[in-house]
């Protein structure tokens, strides 16, 4: 099958590799018929070379039809349609009997200390072949797989499988009071969804950040009031319109590779001159993050307010101003996004109609032979790229 592998830092290519096979007596083989670009993808892309190796399939946004099942699956057959949650969970185990599908006990990665395994994403979370690719092994075929109607577009359903559910759970984890604000740093797909879910629940003031036009216009056009993140009197601007306050939540949809961070950004580059072995070290011990958002974030929020954070970091010992998130009395909730928690709460609103504007959110729509073409542009936020939809 044709699948899109990875080869270096900035390098990835679509190669012929084997196909998968069932190998568990509850797994499924689906044929990919859309899969998304997601911003944590880039990471892999950028920064994170030192955890993969060359041949690994990426990808962790795919849907599509059940080919084959194993001997013990009886929830989905053949034919069926299916969304695919990008962290593998059982369903059955105590964190996932308790909505903690991101720390799945069957599959967490005990030998790096990680939560659960993740579709695509480097060995550190159990190197499992992704999907960007014609087909895709899927374990747990009675609890994993996410079965949708046939007939609307898979515009539809695919962000089921990450986006919606990552968006949903900062949302949440932000708990907006009744009458209160919300404001968004980063309005990359994840962040722009979030100001769309925050809209559907109610906020009455959203406020989105981000230093790329095409993607504030985006947000403007749903009634978001958006700021330049470069303007020199942004703080203050968003106080302005928060009460003099600052919001009560902020989501923080950027993570690690932050614009406005020259020296992390040097260090997550000297990893790239490094011996792999030496590099993960380096990157397990030091705090290699790109905070600028987070510093943000945390001087945006109002005192008492709440900051949740949807974008990935990956340092272990990154500066983080402890006395001023003390003194503020900030919360901080945080975490992958727990797929299976939250079906119940998005599969009618992606079936039933389209309140959150699915099926005209990607903005770009490719063959998988054009994966490589469309890394490099979302990467350098080119010709307006704020989601990527691959057709194999």
Known sequence: MKALTWHGTADVRVDTVADPVIEDPTDVIVRITTTGLCGSDLHLYQVFGPFLEEG???GHEPMGIVEETGPEVTAVRPGDRVVVPFNISCGT???????LHSQCETTQVHEHGKGAALFGYTRLYGQVPGGQAEYLR????????????DGPVDDR???????????WQAVRYAAVPAGGSLAVIGLGPIGDMCTRVAAHLGVDTVIGIDLVPERRERARRHGVHVFDVRQDDLVAD???LTDGRGPDKVIDAVGLEAHGAPVAAGAQKATDLLPDALAAALMKRVGVDRLSALYLAIELVRRGGTISLSGVYGGTADPIPLLTLFDKQVQLRMGQANV???V????????DGDPLGVEDFATHRLPLLQAPEAY????KKQDGAVKVLFTP
């Open 138 to 149: 899927v374990p747990f075929g009675n609890t994993l797989p996410i079965k949708v109607p």
């Open 340 to 342: 299976r928690r939250w």
């Open 344 to 351: 119940d709460d998005l599969l009618p609103l992606v079936t």
């Open 93 to 99: 185990c105590f964190m996932c009997a308790r909505g």
């Open 56 to 58: 690994d399939v990426l």
């Open 157 to 167: 359903f695919v962000y089921l499988s990450d986006v919606l559910p990552t968006a």
């Open 238 to 240: 968003v106080r302005e």
């Open 376 to 379: 490099a542009m979302f990467q």
